[in-house]
């Protein structure tokens, strides 16, 4: 049985900082992708991070690059996404995700939902201005 569960969501001003943390079980997940995804009030869930398998290499959203830092540690079996200089565009609910395949070395280039297969329930993000 594999699940993820996201924790550190909550209600910050616009300017401040929060990290989520993403902790899976059921699996090791040292050799899939992983990924952050939101999902705004009335709007598509959206692509926000993501990080290769072995750790090396990382892909982000345009309107986060710069301010958003995905991060693993396989030991710990865990996935975190730093969030700085946060904005009230940034409220959502923002969910972990497992790829599909292990062992993909361009795994972490897909930035469709439906392409990954596993999935936490969500942490709500809230930022007023």
């Known amino acids: 049985q594999v699940q993820l569960v996201e924790s550190g969501g909550g209600l910050v001003q616009a300017g401040g900082s929060l990290r989520l943390s993403c902790a899976a079980s059921?699996?090791?997940?040292?050799?899939?992708?992983m990924a952050w995804f939101r999902q705004a009030p009335g709007k598509e869930r959206e692509f926000v991070a993501s990080?290769?398998?072995?750790?090396?290499?990382?892909h982000y959203a345009d309107s986060v690059k710069g301010r958003f830092t995905i991060s693993r540690d396989d030991a710990k079996n865990t996935v975190w996404l730093q969030m700085n200089s946060l904005n009230p565009e940034d409220t959502a609910v923002y969910s972990c995700?497992?790829?599909?395949?292990?062992?993909?070395?361009?795994?972490?280039?897909?930035?469709?939902?439906?392409?990954?297969?596993?999935w936490g329930q969500g942490t709500q993000v809230i930022v007023s201005s």
């Open positions: 995700a497992g790829a599909g395949k292990s062992y993909d070395l361009s795994w972490y280039r897909r930035i469709s939902a439906d392409e990954y297969a596993y």
């Open positions: 059921g699996r090791t997940f040292s050799s899939y992708a």
């Open positions: 990080i290769r398998w072995s750790g090396s290499s990382t």
